[in-house]
């Protein structure tokens, strides 16, 4: 079945002290769209202006790919906003939400950015297509508020997704499928701002019988609720194509404002202009503007106020769009600089760092002289293409008068925190190889004829009993010998070897430590 669409569009100021609409709407036979400029900061009126002229070109049957070509328009006006902050830089910051719904005769496939919204009633109720793209409503997705406090949350209105002129500009894009009796309702957050609650637009949608009726109604219910900001409507509603159909396209809010060409002077006043719907009678429609106007005959005429400070709060703070370049530029020779100044400090570090090791002076072509102790200034570390470390002082120790266990150990390097402790250790290590260099007392020789005598207590045979018996069944005594301080004969003396360092063995020997003698 194919079907039609009934339309109708209606914009309005609202009741705040703000004397320009800034919303642009548009409603055709193919094509309904909303978009709402960025009243925070000059300019937004152009940036919805530029949206609106741009995707009502989409206004025509047969399109292969609804939603492709919807966002290649949302992507086209994010390029013609970019274009027109470049030719005018004091419009940097403006821009825009969209939501717009394509019609192909059985579905409508929508594009959505920001927080207007797109609303479907179908047999008396009413459910929300898009999803806002605000701080808020994130923190309700997130399960971090509930939707009944996200209705009372001072930053319930900070936008984080909108058409800027960036690249980033991403529209949600889906499609439903439509049935007769269908009214689709497009609005600017001026209406869900004024306290209308969905209840309250269900309501308003199921009593309007026109499409007009529902456009003008939403919009005094908000004016009622004391709107402060713009309030734009689009209602359509869906019928079959064999049911008679009039109208022409319609333009409202600052799209409309634009071009004096693009402007219906009809009976009903600039900001409640509407075009198409059965109410309106059958006269020619307003000329379109070719596709490829440029978008700077768009916003002819546009007023440019100064921002207004209570809607600048709906918008994320945004960073200059201008020398992008030269703040990155800075930021990474701020990152380099702090790179450098770390290293920097690294190395001057590693400068008042000792350590012990040996030192082989092999350079001179002859004969190689024995590595020696030496003091460096540094650390031992090695990392490729930087020199940690210098000879401070060679000592006149030669590493083969070291045991083995310090010889390795001077080998693989002794760390000290300062000079001194460097020749703490150097000292110490001097003091052992003098100790282990100091040879052995030798033993007296024994004199020919004499048996030497033995400086400690002889020992005194005596008789013990034996486990051992003889063959006639007696005990057999056996020999052993107790020490007897009294006995002196029988006696022999032994001379005792002197006893060497600990350090000189070739076991592990404690590490020299200066922190003791400190």
């Known amino acids: ?29 193919h094509l309904l769209a909303v978009a709402d400029g960025m009243g925070g900061a000059v300019g937004g009126n152009v940036a919805s202006a530029i949206t609106i002229a741009t995707v009502r070109a989409l206004d025509t049957p047969g399109h292969r790919d609804p939603e492709q070509v919807l966002g290649q328009a949302a992507s086209d006006a994010n390029a013609r906003i970019a274009a027109r902050i470049d030719a005018d830089p004091h419009l940097e910051g403006m821009g825009t939400t969209l939501t717009a719904v394509l019609f192909d005769g059985e579905n409508a496939h929508i594009a959505h950015i920001g927080d207007s919204r797109a609303y479907l009633l179908r047999e008396g109720r009413l459910r929300m ?7 808020v409503q994130s923190l309700v997705d997130e399960g971090r508020i509930t939707p009944e406090e996200a209705e009372h949350h001072p930053h319930r209105s900070l936008i984080i997704r909108v058409l800027e002129g960036r690249q980033d500009a991403r529209p949600d894009l889906f499609a439903i499928e439509l049935d007769p009796g269908d009214r689709l309702l497009l609005c600017s957050d001026g209406l869900d701002n ?5 209840d309250a637009i269900a309501d308003i949608l199921i009593r309007a019988s026109t499409p007009e009726d529902a456009a003008i109604s939403l919009i005094e219910r908000a004016l009622l609720h004391g709107s ?39 009976p009903a006043t600039a900001e409640h202009t509407m075009f198409g719907g059965p109410g309106v009678p059958s006269q020619p429609g307003p000329p379109m503007l070719p596709a490829t106007q440029p978008p700077n005959a768009l916003d002819e005429g546009l007023q440019l106020d100064e ?20 703040f990155r530029l800075v930021g990474a020779a701020v990152v380099l600089g702090l790179i450098g100044v770390g290293a920097r400090w690294a190395f001057n570090w590693t400068q008042e760092q000792y350590y012990v090791g040996a030192y082989s002076d092999d350079t001179t072509g002859g004969t190689p002289r024995q590595p020696r102790v030496a003091i460096f200034r540094g650390i031992a570390q090695q990392v490729p293409g930087i020199r940690l470390s210098d000879l401070y002082q060679v000592e006149p120790l030669e590493l083969t008068k070291l045991p083995p266990y310090h010889r390795e150990r001077v080998t693989n390097t002794i760390a000290a925190d300062n000079l ?6 150097v000292a110490m290590l001097q003091d052992i190889a003098t100790k282990c260099a100091t040879p052995p007392a030798p033993r007296p020789a024994p004199t020919p004829g004499r048996t030497p ?27 052993s010998t107790s020490a007897d301080p009294r006995a002196t004969s029988g006696t022999r003396t032994v001379a005792a070897a002197p006893d060497l360092p600990l350090e000189c063995g070739d076991d592990a020997a404690p590490t020299p430590d200066p922190t003791g003698t400190k």
């Open 1 to 29: 079945m194919t079907l039609a669409l009934r339309y109708a569009a209606h914009s309005d100021v609202g009741l705040g002290p703000k004397n320009r609409n800034e919303d642009s709407g548009y409603a055709g036979p």
């Open 129 to 135: 297509l898009t999803h806002d793209h605000t701080f």
């Open 194 to 198: 004024a306290a209308v609650k969905d």
């Open 228 to 266: 402060p900001d713009n309030v734009t409507c689009v209602v359509a509603d869906v019928v079959e194509a064999s049911q008679p159909v009039s109208g022409v396209p319609a333009l409202v809010g600052a799209v409309n404002e634009a071009d004096p060409a693009l402007h219906y002077d009809g």
């Open 307 to 326: 921002p207004d400070l209570e809607e600048e709060l709906r918008y994320a703070p945004r960073p200059p769009r201008r020398f992008r370049w030269l």
């Open 420 to 425: 001194g402790e460097a020749k703490s250790i």
């Open 453 to 479: 005598t033995q400086t400690g207590p002889a020992p005194t045979p005596s008789l013990t009993t034996s486990p051992g018996r003889r063959p006639g069944g007696a005990l057999a005594p056996t020999a």
